[in-house]
Nanobody, 122 residues
Framework: VQLQASGGGLVQAGGSLRLSCAAS???????MGWFRQAPGKEREFVAA????????DYLGSVKGRFTISRDNAKNMVYLQMNSLKPEDTAVYYC?????????????????WGQGTQVTVSS
């Protein structure tokens, strides 16, 4: 099972990025999510989405700016990030779980991608 995250980069404040996560090895008919980890900080939950896409959850500080979505036919999950701020700078990780409910902690996820760096300059 592999989760491959991509789409990170350097962007100015106010800009946008779209992260992608490709899952291979199996189909996750459950929740997939995004976390981030800034230097010296713990990994924190950013967003998650259930299999059908009708349930999502977001970190409070990204609500209204970030949108998580998925394409089950392609086994992909996306994170559209708009109005980026310097405090969004972090390594972003995609994750998957076999749980049906939407977990918002790292302990709720069993599978992790390698991370993609997002840097927002002021």
């Amino acid at each position: 099972v592999q989760l491959q995250a991509s789409g990170g980069g350097l962007v100015q404040a106010g800009g946008s990025l779209r992260l992608s996560c490709a899952a291979s090895g199996r189909t996750f008919r459950s929740v997939m999510g995004w976390f981030r980890q800034a230097p010296g900080k713990e990994r924190e939950f950013v967003a998650a989405i259930n299999w059908s896409g009708d349930t999502t959850d977001y970190l409070g500080s990204v609500k209204g700016r970030f949108t998580i979505s998925r394409d089950n036919a392609k086994n992909m999950v996306y994170l559209q990030m708009n109005s980026l701020k310097p405090e969004d700078t972090a390594v972003y990780y995609c994750a998957a779980t076999d749980l049906i409910a939407v977990p918002t902690t790292t302990r709720g996820y069993d599978y992790w991608g390698q991370g993609t760096q997002v840097t927002v300059s002021s």
